[in-house]
Structures are given as C-alpha cells and as structure tokens.
C-alpha cells in the first residue's frame, strides 16, 4: 500500500493492527481472548473491500506501542477538506495522534487540533451532511465538543451533543445510512429523539454501517437481519468479519477514516 492517492479518488486512512493489539482497552464489555494473526487477516480483508470499492489506501505508519491504534477513526475528525487532530479521553491513546499528522498534512489537509483541557475521540463524531452529532460521555467531553464546534461551525457544520452513556463511543450505538437516515441498536443508544429520522436495528452490530457510497454501505458480517433490511431499502450491502476487533469493542467504521475528494 502506498500514500499515493489519485486526485479525484475518495481515500481512506488505514493503520495496521500491531501485536500488542490484545492489549487494547476494553470498557463496556468483558475481555475477549484476540488472535491477532486472524484480526491482521480481517484488517487485510476489510482494506480490500475498501479498495475494491475504489478508495486509495493512505497507510498511517502503524504504532507498536499503541495497541489500540488499529482504530485510526479515534485520532482525527475529517469535515472537507480540515482534519482535526483530536485528544483521545483515555490518556493512554494519545501517543497515537502524533504518527496522524504528518500524513494528512501531506495530502493537503488544513491542519486543526484539540487542546486541553478538552477530549475528543474521533468515534464519537457522526456527519450526516452538514450535521456533527458529537457523543458527550466518557471520552469526549463537553470542551471537546465546543472546540470541535469552533473549528466546523465556520465551515458550515452544525454540532449537535448527543448523551452517550451505555457504549464506548456514539457510533458504537448508532451510524447513518447514505440518506441521512440515523440506524441505531435501542438498547445502547439514550436519545433516539435527537435524531429527525431514526430506524432501530434488531442487531447490536447492524447499527455500524460505513457508507461507501450513495448506494452501498459496509457492514459486519454477523448482522444478517440488519443486513437483510437495509438490503430491502434498496441498498447494496457488502459484508466483512470483524469479529476480532468487536472484542475490542471495534467496528467497521473506526478501522478507516473516509476523504472523499475535499476531505468531506
């Protein structure tokens, strides 16, 4: 894999899993054992759906120390063509930020940071168009929200705080489909009505979808009812195994951080 991205080509930041990935925290779920030879098999197998769907891959140099530096999504928010470079709430992750930088920098990203005293993880963050749901619970909190809010309301965006409480992150609990439809597992998500269109899911791991594009989204592989009823709504529905990374309280859309042409 290269940093080499076409000029008109969506890209998608990826970072590889190290050996110390069992390691990882985990803080709403028991610990799982981790074959970290299977999940580097799953993170080669989801890199490939990405790039069979056309993403040029931009590999950030991985972190050995950092076990949970896998989940790339935690260390930068994109909105166009601004990266915010965040400050993860667990200190222990913040030493992954810093091996970000220097590759958005170089693909022309303008460049914005969190600083303390706030907190912001990148899992935390949902666009749908120019809205930002923003998850206010145990990593991100409320100045994280403000200066995220500082950088992205110029730009157009609208930041709303959403309670999260139940899970790790906002989109542990819920992620939007192409037309701006929030998806959500009810048991873990606190507000439903924040959301002006929500549709609940019968799977915890239906409610992760990674959009593709306006007519594809990327799922896990143990979700077959979600899966069957996005596919009823006229969806296309790629399907990858993740499995090792959901022990890890992981999903498809914090392994990759989606530019699509502006960095939108």
Known sequence: MTAVAGPHRARALVRRPVPRLAEGIVTHIERQPVDYTAACKQWEEYVGALEGHGFDIVEVPPAPDCPDSVFVEDAVVMFRNVAVLTRPGAESRRPEVAGVEPVVESLHCSVNRIRPPGTLDGGDVL?????????????TNAEGVAQLRAIVGPLGATVVPVPVEKVLHLKS??????????????PLVDDRSIFPRFMPVPEESGAHVLVLDERTV???????????????????????????????????????????????
């Open 173 to 186: 609990a819920a992620t939007a489909l192409p037309d701006g439809t929030v998806i959500g597992y009810p």
């Open 218 to 264: 990327l799922m896990a592989a143990d979700c077959p009812e979600t899966a069957g009823r996005i596919e009823g709504l006229g969806y296309r529905v790629v399907r990858v195994d993740v499995s090792e990374f959901e022990c890890l309280e992981g999903c498809v859309t914090c392994l990759s951080v989606r530019l699509r042409e502006l960095g939108t």
């Open 127 to 139: 666009k749908v168009g120019d809205t930002v749901y923003v998850g206010r619970g145990g990593r």
